[in-house]
């Protein structure tokens, strides 16, 4: 079984501060980490992902992830936050299982003020 | 290039209604998968399918049905609508599961109400 936790429903940042959101995961083999992100009204859209290469994974946007296994952690950063950041964002993990489908956490929303 | 389409993007039910889902991908991939996402909830796999004539329950399947009869649709069906079906519903595709190649890509969205 597979699963994924996030840290906090909600994030709150100012303009141009660091931007850190949580996700811890729980896999019984090797996983595959994704971050998704969902702006208001619109369906998901992959933002970068882990599938074993390289432990810093670089997506778009300015956002990188860090796959730390010793702490079963894949959290997304971005050093200085924009606006156009607000959206929530989904931390989700699937295995090398044949069929093994996708896991999301509950998401955490990211609040930019100016 | 339109990914994927759900229709309806709206839709209001009475209790014990019936309705369908329809998501297409021109994509060709062979997994399609129904979410349904509640506040507080996250996205919660519904039913899934990992090719032209298979179904497989997910997470939450109970009061829903789904067919996958040609392989760029995916219907998802409800019965009976009761209150708690109101949600927002998401499909989503990918190349193929279980691997680095497992990206969705989702739609847009349908919001259904139940009331």
């Known amino acids: 079984a597979q699963s994924v936790t996030q840290l906090g429903s909600h994030v709150s940042v100012s303009e141009g501060a660091l931007v850190l959101l949580r996700c811890n995961y729980s896999s019984s083999v090797p996983p595959y980490l994704f971050w998704y992100v969902q702006y208001p009204n619109q369906g998901l859209q992959l933002l970068l992902k882990?599938?074993?290469?390289?432990?810093l994974v670089k997506g778009i946007n300015g956002f990188e992830a860090e796959f730390k296994k010793s702490e079963t952690s894949f959290h997304l950063t971005k050093p200085s936050a924009h606006m156009s950041d607000a959206a929530e964002y989904f931390c989700a993990v699937t295995t090398t299982s044949g069929y093994s489908t996708l896991t999301f956490g509950k998401g955490t929303m990211l609040l930019v003020s100016p | 290039n339109a990914g994927v389409t759900q229709t309806p993007k709206f839709r209001v039910l009475k209790t014990g209604q019936s309705m369908t889902l329809l998501c297409a991908q021109d994509?060709?991939?062979?997994?399609m998968y129904w979410y349904r996402q509640d506040p507080g909830m996250g996205l919660r796999l519904i039913h899934y399918s990992v090719g032209e004539g298979t179904t497989a329950k997910g997470e939450v399947p109970d009061g829903y049905n789904v067919s996958r009869l040609k392989k760029q649709n995916f219907l998802l069906g409800l019965e009976s609508a009761a209150p708690s079906q109101t949600s927002v519903y998401f499909c989503?595709?990918?190349?193929?599961?279980?691997?680095?190649?497992?990206?969705?890509?989702f739609g847009a969205g349908s919001r259904l109400t139940v009331l």
């Open positions: 994509m060709n991939h062979e997994y």
């Open positions: 882990y599938t074993s290469a390289a432990t």
């Open positions: 989503a595709s990918s190349l193929r599961g279980g691997s680095g190649a497992n990206v969705l890509t």
